[in-house]
């Protein structure tokens, strides 16, 4: 729709109506056609309706077994899902001690940096693809910034069924994630633990004892979503 169309349709004025969609364009939520100067739905605006769709329904089917990881990991959890090459945290459970904790809810991770992003970019290799296009950024002397070594990792990550961050996003903290899928065998989000390296690894390698717990919990929120058992 062009700008005339629009501001007649919501009775702004005309100068209204173009500042809004200037603002919204920059923010990727509305694309103008160069050619045609008409405005349509944005590619951002679209990864967000789907991640807050899927968003609501995986804290729903995910409340249960999520504070139940929390639990027996000790660890705090979340869950996330893919926003524009990033990790969006729908879902947190507190580490369950009296430390002082803030929610995390709506955060956004970085995909290549974070176990939840790399099991996320593991099962979309065009999310993997633009995430290489944008330039992997490093946090640490530990995160991944090579294409190729991403690829390996995702690799990996596909063959095992589990992620794990090795102080990767954050020095001293780890993390480990798995899938969670839909009815159509889809990877709609993942979910995961995070804790001080010290707790997480043993001699800077991965615990499978927390792993497993980790893939136990998201098998159990893929069954409610009503995928099949495997």
């Known amino acids: ?55 609501n329904e995986l804290r729903t089917r995910a409340l ?11 660890e705090s959890v979340r869950i996330g899902t893919l926003h ?15 430390t002082r904790q803030v929610l995390e809810v709506g955060a956004l991770l970085p995909a ?6 790399k099991m ?9 693809a633009e995430c290489v296009k944008a330039g992997l950024a490093r946090y640490t002397p530990a995160t991944i910034v090579d ?7 995702l690799g990996a990550v596909r063959e095992r069924g589990w992620a794990v961050e090795l102080e ?6 780890a993390a480990y994630a798995a899938p969670i899928k839909d009815r ?11 804790g001080p390296a010290e707790r997480l690894c043993v001699k800077g390698k991965a615990r499978s004892d927390l792993a497993a717990s980790v893939r136990e919990a998201a098998r159990s929120i893929s069954r409610e979503l009503g995928a099949t058992p495997g």
């Open 147 to 153: 294409a190729g070594e991403l690829h390996r990792e």
């Open 168 to 173: 990767e996003l954050v020095a001293d903290e």
């Open 184 to 194: 159509r065998g889809e990877t709609v989000g993942a979910i995961g633990i995070r």
């Open 120 to 128: 996320l970019l593991a099962h979309h290799s065009y999310a993997a």
């Open 64 to 74: 249960n077994w999520s504070d139940s990881l929390a639990s027996r990991t000790n």
């Open 1 to 55: 729709m062009g700008v005339v169309e629009i501001a007649g349709e919501l009775d702004l004025a005309k100068a209204t109506a173009h500042g809004i969609l200037r603002t919204l364009a920059q923010v990727g939520f509305v694309e103008q056609d160069p050619e045609s100067s008409k405005y349509q739905l944005g590619a951002a605006l679209l990864h967000i309706g789907s991640s807050y769709l899927d968003g």
């Open 84 to 98: 524009d090459g990033q990790v969006l945290v729908v879902h947190h459970v507190f580490r369950p001690d009296d």
């Open 112 to 117: 290549h940096a974070s176990a939840l992003g």
